[in-house]
């Protein structure tokens, strides 16, 4: 692989998500996106044709071509362990959509390959580098709101129940917690810097038995994380940052435009607008894309120990809630 550039991106899966990061691809810098794999080699050309995409392959293909040098992970994450791997194994850089794993053993194993075979490694969490969420955490650093309290965040939607569906599928790792409730426990993360000192969880559960509802207390010292998700019920969708002297507030955060300062009695104080023209996932793509081109085996802004501490919360979240899945037992 050139180190000069431009670096040769292949996409894994051709779903909604594969499709977002391929629009984003214009505005890429130092960077080609020349392949794409599905299960489906038709789904994989048909993908190709619509975004210009030179080539489609099978995932073997993928993993074999010696076209492509950096691979975008965007199936299912019950599968995200097993095809990072074989890209890892053959030498390709791995962006890989969150959750990188749906265990922490996986995790660690994959963290392992990485390192055996000297390769770039990176949990695709976009929201970290959104304008908006950075600006907070800029206020944050400055002592704008004084020490830090409280972190509310939620993340939801009301879904029609479909029993089969990826949602709802066990086998598929279905649930809250790993599609959605990762982003709520994110945001305290990118916030505090700290992995928490204890953690509280409740959840609901559908018939098919992942869990529909999550609800978390995560302390980080003098300071509480109140985080939730679902995909039952429709809420929020907020981050509230509460300080000493003031608050933050960012609507729709895990999409993220805007934040907004007030001061402690809650008198609107500056106002951030990001008015960017893509979806957001640029900044996450032309993070790893400089880093891999660079020479670094990982991201600077979401760093494997941030993905080791994420995949620990979610692992204790899961052993008091009782959730497994069938590829664990």
């Given at each position: 692989m050139s180190t000069t550039g431009p670096l040769r991106w292949g996409i894994l899966g051709a779903g909604y998500i594969a499709g977002e990061f391929a629009k984003d691809f214009r505005f890429m810098q130092h960077a080609e996106l020349v392949a794409v794999a599905?299960?489906?080699?038709?789904?994989?050309?048909?993908f190709a044709a619509?975004?210009?995409?030179?080539?489609?392959?099978?995932?073997?293909?993928l993993y074999a071509s010696p076209e492509v040098d950096a691979v975008y992970i965007a199936t299912t994450h019950n599968f995200h362990a097993e095809q990072a791997a074989a890209c890892l194994r053959s030498g390709?850089?791995?962006?890989?959509?969150?959750p990188i794993t749906i265990n922490l053993q996986e995790f660690q194993l994959l963290r392992n390959i990485a390192r055996e075979n000297n390769v770039f490694l990176m949990e695709a969490m976009?929201?970290?580098?959104?304008?908006?969420?950075?600006q907070a955490k800029t206020?944050?650093?400055e002592g704008r709101i004084g020490k830090l309290k409280m972190i509310q965040a939620d993340f939801s939607f009301a879904v029609e129940y479909k029993p089969q569906g990826r949602l709802f599928n066990r086998n598929l790792a279905g649930g809250s917690l790993l599609d959605i409730g990762i982003y709520p426990?994110?945001?305290?993360?990118?916030?505090?810097?700290?992995y928490p000192s204890a953690i509280q969880s409740s959840a609901s559960f559908t018939d098919?038995?992942?869990?529909?509802?999550?609800?978390?207390l995560l302390e980080y010292g003098q300071c509480l994380g109140i985080l939730s998700a679902s995909i039952g019920t429709r809420m929020t969708n907020h981050l509230r940052i509460f300080g000493e002297t003031g608050a933050i507030e960012i609507p729709e955060f895990w999409k993220a435009r805007t934040a907004t300062l007030f001061d402690k009695e809650?008198?609107?104080?500056e106002v951030f607008q990001d008015d960017r023209p893509s979806r957001g996932f640029i900044f996450e793509m032309q993070e790893a894309n400089d880093r891999i081109l660079s020479g670094h085996k990982e991201s600077a802004v979401v760093p494997l120990e941030r993905s080791l501490w994420l995949q620990q919360i979610m692992q204790e979240v899961r052993r008091q809630i009782g959730l497994r899945y069938p590829s664990e037992v």
């Open positions: 599905a299960s489906d080699i038709g789904r994989a050309k048909q619509q975004y210009d995409i030179p080539h489609a392959y099978d995932y073997a293909q390709k850089a791995v962006l890989c959509e969150k976009w929201t970290w580098f959104l304008p908006a969420l950075r206020w944050l650093q426990i994110a945001m305290a993360t990118f916030l505090t810097d700290r098919t038995g992942v869990d529909e509802r999550v609800g978390m809650y008198r609107q104080v």
